[in-house]
């Protein structure tokens, strides 16, 4: 499966090449886009779904406290296993663009979102994350120059919404700081995947390479605050190496690789919102562990974003002026 995005061949969304038997320049037809643009969605969805595990593990397996150490151990293990798949060292501008993506995707991310789920309720600071689609869709306007969607700005609230009522309760406290870091992370990361857009990805670097890059800058910013401010937990076990290592080789290294691919291949905005997939899966599990039916309530809320989700894949309706000209 990993071959598929470690091509070294740059492809945009709508770049697709096709070995037909008239040319091998010949251009797609709008069936063959869709079909890949549709591939590539579903594909790129699986790396919020594996997100969505993060709180599971990090709750039943990790050491509690220590979030700087447990963003460290996400970020620069699986950054340099990166580097010696890909073999491949930034160059040029690449230097500081890895710094400045490594810190925005990871370093200032990683921690902002252990310390809003350490001082919020899950539900809150999930509902919090949800918000990202929301934030990246104006960051496109001011960074990328697109025009501002409000279809998708739409189906983002929507979204936001749906995941509200799957995993608030009844009794969610209020932290003035873990509700500044759930939105400072969600800004964060949402500068952090439209400058990416921007950027794009150099040629001949693979995915791999791109994600190894920032995980690495981002392991190295987090190294010294991590071992000055939290130190090593003292209770590592085997629980707590099975959990460093599925977040670092899935949470981190297999995920950003689809991620950072599918966002050169997908409007940026609508990427986001496969986000929302992210607090829907850890809420799943959380219910499962826990024993818990979703309550009617709660399953009102799942179709909500799941449909928020889907729609917000797709373009938004032509008005009947645009189509008569």
Do not use: C
């Not at 991310?109 to 001082?119: K, M, T």
């Not at 995993?167 to 964060?188: C, E, Q």
């Not at 809420?283 to 928020?308: D, K, M, N, R, T």
């Amino acid at each position: 499966m990993t071959t598929m995005f470690w091509t070294h061949q740059h492809v945009g969304p709508d770049d697709v090449t096709m070995s037909l038997t008239t040319s091998p320049r010949t251009p797609p037809s709008v069936h063959a886009r869709s079909t890949r643009r549709v591939g590539w969605t579903i594909l790129t969805a699986l790396t919020p779904m594996a997100w969505g595990t993060t709180y599971i593990v990090t709750t039943h397996l990790l050491p509690e406290g220590h979030p700087l150490f447990a963003a460290m151990m996400r970020s620069l293990p699986a950054g340099l296993i990166a580097l010696l798949i890909a073999r491949q060292l930034p160059h040029g501008s690449w230097w500081w663009k890895s710094l400045v993506l490594g810190t925005l995707n990871m370093a200032a991310f990683f921690p902002l979102l252990f310390l809003a789920a350490q001082q919020l309720p899950g539900g809150v600071a999930a509902t919090l994350g949800a918000a990202q689609p929301i934030v990246i869709a104006f960051l496109a306007v001011a960074i990328l120059h697109e025009k501002l969607s409000l279809w998708r700005v739409t189906w983002g609230v929507l979204g936001m919404i749906g995941v509200a009522l799957v995993v608030l309760g009844p009794n969610a406290a209020m932290s003035p700081l873990g509700i500044l870091a759930g939105l400072g992370g969600a800004v964060s990361m949402g500068i952090g995947v439209v400058l990416t857009k921007k950027w794009g990805r150099p040629e001949g670097v693979s995915a791999v390479g791109l994600a190894g890059w920032q995980l690495t800058a981002a392991g190295l910013v987090l190294l010294l605050p991590a071992l000055l401010i939290d130190g090593i937990p003292p209770g590592i076990d085997g629980k707590a190496v099975l959990g460093y290592a599925w977040l670092g080789l899935i949470g981190a290294l297999l995920t950003y690789t689809i991620w950072f691919a599918g966002i050169q291949r997908l409007p940026v905005t609508a990427t986001a919102l496969l986000g929302l997939l992210s607090p829907l899966v850890a809420a799943v599990l959380g219910a499962a562990i826990v024993g818990e039916a979703l309550s009617p309530l709660q399953l009102l809320g799942f179709a909500a974003a799941l449909i928020a989700m889907v729609a917000g894949q797709l373009p938004p309706p032509r008005n009947k002026d645009h189509v008569r000209s």
